[in-house]
């Protein structure tokens, strides 16, 4: 079997930060707690608690004391920082760049919205961690949107900030947002634009995998997407692949590839998520290129 590795695949820039920092810390012998999974990839998970990492979720992190805590790439709420400084917790910070500008932008907003009767609106998925972080950032005012059916949570009369959490599809963010254009004239307002603010927010990284898998998941015969099961990103990205080659396939671990899915097949793609570390994509390409 020909088989090909995705080069972009594999850990954007915030996760392989977040790794790299949980990893010095426990090489030098630190005990860490990691304030939820470090990454939504069960394998990586288990290879970093091997190394010492220990995750923790939010009602331990309440009960914990004089300790060290890794905040991930997702972010957290302003009030997990307060219960740190109140608990003397030592915080390892290691959310990712992008996020942490995406907090600070929904916050500036939301503090000046609240003179003018505005409403800050996040597009994005319920129970996210990124989300819980980014809606904290408004003392859980904001308005937390998912798709068309949610559409009759925002006031359309009022003015209207959106947000995306950065790992959603472009596709279904600007859909979103034409929706709500509509229904924003459907209901009388001749010129949305004046009343709605749509930020960019979606990383680049992210955004700018979805076009590429494309290509990629054509160039195949059959492609195998290595992601872990809770992973947003790996989601969205499987269903990109999906959606170009039928013969894609979703595999968290070396253990679920099917042989008869190659049968009859000359190549196969190999690619994940960017919560997917690359010595696992390389671990599924060593089984398949010896099929």
Known sequence: MVAEIDKRSGFCFGVQNAVEVAEKALLRGEKVFSLGPIVHNDKEVERLSALGLVSI?????????????????????????????????????ATCPIVKKLQSSIKDTWLKTRENNGQIVIFGKSGHAEVVGLLGQTENEGILVSGPDDLVKIDIKKPISLFAQTTMSVSEYNNFVEL????????????????????????????????????????????????GRESSNGKMLYSVCKSINSDTHFVSSPDEIDRSWFTGKKSAGICGATSTPKWLIEKVYDIISKI
Request: aromatic share 4%; glycine share 4%; charged share 30%.
């Open 180 to 227: 709500l254009r509509s229904e924003m004239k459907r209901k009388g307002i001749s010129d949305p634009d004046k009343l709605l603010h749509v930020h960019n927010t979606i990383c680049g990284q992210v955004s700018n995998r979805e076009p590429h898998l494309k290509t990629f998941a054509r160039k195949h015969d059959v492609v195998i997407f290595v992601s």
């Open 57 to 93: 979720d939010l009602e331990q992190f309440n009960k914990l004391k004089n300790c060290k805590v890794l905040i991930r790439a997702h972010g957290e709420p302003p009030e997990t920082y307060l219960t740190a400084e109140k608990n003397n917790i030592t915080i390892v910070e």
